[in-house]
């Protein structure tokens, strides 16, 4: 190799418009400072989470996160009296019967509240849940009168929260208004031509011989069905007297004569059979709860109430997650014993085109 040669070599490389390249050398301390940094963030993001997760867990202990917002429906927006109009739809199962009863306690906390309209819109659902509103309703009705606007359907369980109005409420529904069916029932399935056809066979560990009572697998027996004979007697035995205690144009035999599951127009709910007070809408309900309460057209303002997700909720994508699994949910349910007061014959969901 010559002179000029070992000049070649030690030539500092350049680019195309011979530029010499920068070359940035990283020493091992940087590169643990940049990992280092990485790990403070992680581990800042993640107490973040921690203390957001807590936050909201003291929100829903302590708080009112997760309760009833009030909203301006009609009336005078500067009135500071109140009517409260309380939404019950769809099924009455959880979770919504925890939110209808928040509604109603709110209501009946609010001095400003003087009087609250139902509007129910509900074939019913399950008997306990049903039960609880009414209940809350009670403790409601003695301090704040209470008026009823039937829609749609107010039909078993819906007819049974409309009770909660008491003697001296008054019921409404409107001219297409379904209501009644008063009674009782417990779904079962009998899919043991099906298991045979598909050669499933079951064969359950009980610790007794009611554990698998209403098994969809085989036949129920005289004795469970005495069992469950008692069951649907109770329940169906309290609807009567709810009915009977809360219409006065009604007594207990008059009510059974009523219960047999059968569906009444609103005509035939006022005219015959004395189920409702009046024909009207949910407008004509809130004038005459109005009137009642001596309330000028602009003396008071309607309120009505809604939820929202709470912190945790929204942080841990829950409701997402249980609207997805609300199917599962509704299958691995299908087989559990329930007493509903419920209208069955409805396949469809209701219309929500209000």
Same mark, same amino acid.
């Given at each position: ?6 000049? +070649?070599?030690?030539? #500092? ?43 909201? +867990? ?16 009609? /009336? ?13 739809? *769809? ?6 019967? *925890?939110?209808?009863?928040?509604? #109603? ?7 400003? $509240?003087? *009087? $609250? ?7 019913? *659902? ?21 008026? $009823? ?26 001219? %297409? %208004? ?7 029932? #417990? ?11 598909? /050669? ?29 004979? /008692? ?28 219960? %047999? /599951? ?7 709910? +006022?005219? %015959? ?13 809130? +004038? ?47 087989? $559990? ?18």
């Amino acid at each position: 190799m010559t002179d000029e040669d070992s000049a +070649k070599d030690t030539r #500092i490389p350049t680019g195309p418009a011979g530029v010499p390249p920068i070359v940035i050398q990283t020493s091992p301390d940087s590169k643990r400072r940049r990992w280092g940094t990485r790990v403070l963030l992680a581990v800042l993001l993640l107490s973040l989470l921690v203390n957001l997760g807590f936050f909201a +867990k003291y929100q829903e202990y302590y708080g009112e996160a997760g309760g009833p917002l009030e909203r301006f429906h009609s /009336g005078n927006e500067t009135a500071s009296k109140k009517i409260a109009l309380i939404k019950i739809s *769809g099924t009455l199962m959880p979770p919504f019967t *925890g939110r209808i009863i928040k509604a #109603i306690q709110r209501a009946e906390k609010d001095d400003e $509240v003087r *009087g $609250v309209v139902l509007s129910i819109d509900s074939p019913g *659902g399950l008997v306990a849940d049903s039960h609880q509103i009414y209940h809350e309703l009670t403790k409601l009705r003695r301090q704040k009168p209470i008026y $009823v606007s039937m829609k749609r359907m107010a039909a078993s369980g819906g007819y049974y929260v409309a009770m909660g109005a008491g003697p001296e409420g008054r019921i409404f529904a409107e001219p %297409t %208004t379904w209501t009644g069916s008063i009674g009782v029932i #417990i779904p079962r399935y009998d899919l043991r031509k099906l298991a045979e056809k598909f /050669g499933v066979s079951v064969d359950p560990l009980k610790t007794g011989p009611f554990k698998d009572s209403l098994s969809p697998f085989r036949e129920l027996t005289p004795q469970e069905r005495k069992v469950w004979e /008692g069951i649907l007697d109770d329940a169906f035995d309290r609807f009567l007297r709810v009915i009977a205690d809360n219409r006065s144009e009604l007594d207990y035999e008059d009510v059974k004569k009523l219960a %047999t /599951g059968q569906i009444f127009t609103a005509t035939e709910a +006022k005219e %015959t059979y004395h189920l409702i007070d009046e024909i009207g809408y949910e407008e004509d309900t809130i +004038k005459a709860l109005a009137s009642k309460l001596g309330l000028g057209e602009d003396e008071y303002r309607v309120v009505t109430y809604r939820f929202q997700p709470n912190l945790l909720e929204l942080l841990t994508g829950s409701v997402r997650a249980r609207e997805s699994a609300e199917p599962i949910r509704q299958w691995l349910e299908s087989t $559990v014993p329930q007493a509903l007061y419920y209208c069955t014959w409805m396949a469809l969901p209701l219309p929500t085109d209000r």
